[in-house]
């Protein structure tokens, strides 16, 4: 039997391969609506992605007018 993937991980896994094929360092992910609206998750599921990947190093944050923005710090290439 066939365990459904978590939605957070999906969501983490599609960051992770933009992050190391598509991003630079320096370059902002998705904002965290947009990423809602394709994965059709909540906020705090897409956040749970995020901070996943501020652990294992490959995105950072700053925040800009209340908003906070992840950045690629590392692209795991």
């Not at 394709?38 to 209340?66: E, I, P």
């Amino acid at each position: 039997m066939r365990h459904p993937v978590l939605k957070h991980m999906r969501v983490r896994d599609y960051l992770r391969s933009l992050v190391t094929h598509e991003l630079a360092v320096g370059d902002a992910i998705p904002s965290e609506r947009l990423l809602c609206e394709r994965f059709g998750v909540s906020r705090m599921t897409v956040r749970q992605a995020v901070d996943a990947l501020v652990v294992d190093g490959l995105l950072g944050g700053w925040c800009s007018m209340g908003v906070l923005r992840a950045l690629v710090i590392d692209s795991g290439r």
